[in-house]
C-alpha cells in the first residue's frame, strides 16, 4: 500500500514537472499571439482611417482638376483593394497600391497652385500625413511584436509547446516591392 501511494506521489510529481512549465509556455504563447492582434489592429484603424480621410481628399482635388479621371479612379480601386484585405500581405499590397495612387494625387495639385492654397486641402493633408506617420508607427509595433511571436515560436523549449498547440509563424506586414518603385506621373492634361 506504501509503495503504490509513492509510486502515485512520484508520478503526480514528474506530471508537475512537466505539466507546470508546459501550461506557462502555453500562457506565454497565448500573451505574445495576442500582442501581435493587437498591433495589428492599430495597423487595420489606421488604414481605416487613411481610407476614410481619402475621399474628402478626392473630393476636393476634383474641384479644381476634374479632367483626371484616371487617377480618381485608381484611388477608389486602391481604397476598396486596402478596405477589402484580410491578411497583412494583402494589406501591405494594397496599402502599396493606395500609397502609389496618393502620390499620382498629390503631383496633380503641384499643378494647382490654389488648390495648395485651400483651407480644406491642407487641412486634409495635414491629417493624411498625420495618418500615415501613425501608419509607420503601428507597422513598426506590429513587426516587433511578430518578432518577439516568432523567436518564441522557434526557439527551444518554446518549439516543443508552438508544435504541440499548433502556434505558427506571423508574417511581418511587408511594403510590396513595387513600393520600391517611383510611380509614374504625367503633367500633360488632356486636352491642354
Not at 499620382?104 to 506617420?133: H, V, W
Request: charged share 30%; aromatic share 8%.
Amino acid at each position: 500500500m506504501r509503495k503504490s501511494l509513492s509510486a502515485i506521489i512520484g508520478i503526480v510529481v514528474v506530471l508537475a514537472i512537466i505539466l507546470i512549465p508546459l501550461f506557462g509556455s502555453y500562457n506565454g504563447f497565448v500573451n505574445a499571439e495576442e500582442e501581435v492582434e493587437k498591433t495589428h489592429a492599430q495597423i487595420e484603424n489606421q488604414l481605416q482611417r487613411r481610407a476614410d480621410l481619402i475621399p474628402n481628399l478626392v473630393e476636393t482635388v476634383k474641384g479644381y482638376a476634374s479632367h483626371e479621371d484616371k487617377v480618381f479612379s485608381d484611388i477608389a480601386e486602391a481604397r476598396s483593394k486596402l478596405i477589402g484585405a484580410k491578411t497583412p500581405e494583402e494589406q501591405a499590397n494594397a496599402d502599396a497600391e493606395l500609397t502609389t495612387a496618393l502620390s499620382r494625387l498629390l503631383a496633380i495639385s503641384e499643378n494647382y497652385p490654389e488648390l495648395k492654397a485651400d483651407k480644406q486641402f491642407t487641412q486634409l493633408m495635414d491629417e493624411l500625413a498625420g495618418t500615415e506617420n501613425r501608419i509607420a508607427v503601428a507597422r513598426m509595433d506590429y513587426n516587433d511584436q511578430v518578432t518577439v511571436y516568432n523567436k518564441k515560436v522557434r526557439q527551444f523549449p518554446g518549439r516543443i509547446t508552438a508544435s504541440i498547440f499548433g502556434f505558427e509563424k506571423k508574417e511581418y506586414f511587408k511594403a510590396d516591392e513595387e513600393a520600391q518603385n517611383v510611380p509614374d506621373v504625367d503633367f500633360e492634361r488632356n486636352g491642354e
